[in-house]
């Protein structure tokens, strides 16, 4: 395993994420909304980074089958708490083309939040970001599959505390 972002590396910048999110709603109540699977570790230390009235949530959805785009949002869990009236954010692991997030985004618009932003650990470098931009980045990595700090390859790998290539 090549390891690309240390533990370190993924710590200190999620408490600078943190901070600049917590300064960005000044005050006001934020909703996470944690896209599931990949997100959960990040999102689990992300808030604990943020100082601000907060509720958080998990919303399981996927565009993916193994590594493949469908072109399809397939939701696999629904949320628990209101859009309405809320500031929302989005956070997931890897954003590549960016189709699963401007869906969420729309989606969450039509059903009355206050605003919607995107947080995403990895910003993959593709070729055309063919929907959405975050709002707000980890890291920016090539285009190139990555697993751990709760990414997976077929269920395994989650639990690294690293993100790492996997090495043939």
């Not at 943190?18 to 909703?31: A, F, N, S, V």
């Not at 997100?39 to 943020?50: E, K, S, T, V």
Request: glycine residues 6%; hydrophobic residues 45%; negative net charge.
């Amino acid at each position: 395993m090549k390891v690309l972002i240390s533990a370190e590396q993924i710590r200190d910048r999620v408490q600078t994420l943190g901070r600049i999110i917590e300064e960005h709603y000044k005050g006001q109540p934020l909703t996470i909304v944690c896209l599931m699977n990949g997100a959960m570790p990040f999102a689990a230390d992300l808030m604990r980074a943020i100082d601000l009235p907060l509720w958080y949530d998990t919303f399981a959805v996927s565009s993916y089958v193994n590594t493949r785009s469908t072109g399809e949002l397939k939701v696999r869990s629904a949320l628990k708490l209101p859009v309405k009236d809320r500031h929302i954010l989005l956070v997931d692991d890897v954003l590549d083309t960016g189709f699963t997030m401007s869906c969420i985004i729309r989606d969450f618009g039509n059903l009355g939040a206050l605003s919607v932003k995107s947080c995403v650990l990895l910003n993959k470098n593709v070729k055309e970001k063919l929907f959405v931009d975050p709002d707000w980045v980890g890291f920016e990595i090539a285009d190139e599959f990555v697993v751990g700090y709760g990414l997976d390859y077929n269920e395994e790998y989650r639990n690294l505390p690293y993100i790492g290539v996997i090495e043939k």
